[in-house]
């Protein structure tokens, strides 16, 4: 047994298609099949159903791929140990984001990680939050930045910073001529969500029982830009990260931007990793470079002047 053949096992795991986890793995499907064969009659055991079309893992193939996957990532570990031995901030980092964050925080803190680890390699994967949870724990990503809370006693949770919402209204809507609103403004209001998956739908709903509101029915976006869009359009209004309409997102003319009064709603915004990475000092560095974000993005960019109805639908 190699970890070579454990890395194709793996593969086929994931890609359920010998053609796939081959391409993947860089080698031939012939060479996967056969590694693949050997592998099974070392162990004296059947990891793989082949059929037709379709490729499944046996029920001790998908616990040994399980395995194979905690093997394969400990040697990484081992890896990484000896090049930051000779070179502290050198080295690779696999860094999970979830959609409503990434695209948003990145432009603002990339170029400060490159400059402050010049010799890093960050490889940035998007995914949403139980993905990014699923591929720390099997130790296919070293980091993630998540949303707060989160209940795992394996994971090591490193608080960076507080992120408001803020309402965005159209610019027709009743609440456009308001700077601010209480939270308790949002009573009997009925807003637009993401789909299931999003940690930012759960905050938000999380915001709605708190003021009395509730979900528009009929309609679940897929991303913060098709929200975005669809208030813009009139449709409705919903609840934005500050991260989200900040420079070098475009601000639109449509929209009105509004912030909370007194305690404001926000999610925390934190760095996780396994408590028995070995990367943990190293982490730990980074995360203090993330929570150096300057303070002026956390707050509501100036408002957009409200207009009146008749502005409104001039061409």
Not at 90 to 100: C, D, E, S, Y
Request: charged content about 25%; glycine content about 6%.
């Amino acid at each position: 047994m190699n970890l070579r053949d454990l890395k194709y096992l793996v593969a086929l795991a994931d890609h359920k298609h010998f053609g796939r986890a081959a391409a993947a793995s860089f080698v031939s499907q012939p060479t996967l099949s056969t590694q693949i064969r050997k592998l099974e009659d070392e162990l004296g055991v059947a990891l793989v159903e082949r059929a037709p079309r379709k490729v499944m893992l046996t029920p001790v193939g998908r616990e040994i791929a399980e395995r194979a996957r905690k093997v394969i990532a400990d040697v990484d570990q081992m890896t990484q140990i000896a090049r930051r031995s000779q070179d502290p901030e050198a080295g690779t980092v696999r860094l999970g984001l979830f959609p409503t964050l990434g695209p948003y925080l990145l432009p603002h803190v990339v170029p400060n990680l490159r400059k402050r680890f010049p010799r890093l390699e960050l490889l940035l994967v998007e995914e949403k939050t139980d993905q990014i949870l699923a591929r720390l724990r099997d130790g296919r990503l070293d980091a993630g930045l998540l949303a707060l809370p989160i209940h795992d006693d394996q994971l090591h949770v490193e608080p960076l910073f507080d992120e408001p919402f803020l309402l965005a209204v159209p610019q027709q809507h009743a609440f456009a001529k308001q700077s601010s609103l209480a939270v308790g403004d949002l009573d009997d209001q009925h807003l637009l969500l993401l789909e299931e998956g999003h940690c930012l739908r759960d905050q938000a709903l999380d915001v709605c029982r708190m003021a009395g509101a509730d979900e528009r029915d009929g309609f679940r976006a897929t991303s913060l830009e098709t929200l975005r869009q669809m208030v813009a359009a009139g449709v409705g209004i919903t609840l934005l990260p500050v991260l989200a309409v900040q420079p070098p997102v475009p601000a639109s003319p449509d929209i009105r931007l509004l912030p909370f009064r007194g305690e404001a709603p926000h999610r925390e915004i934190a760095m996780v990793w396994r408590r028995s990475s070995a990367m943990g000092d190293f982490l730990k560095q980074l995360a203090n470079e993330l929570r150096s974000l300057p303070k002026a993005l956390l707050k509501p960019p100036a408002p957009t002047p409200a207009r009146s109805r008749r502005s409104a639908t001039k061409p």
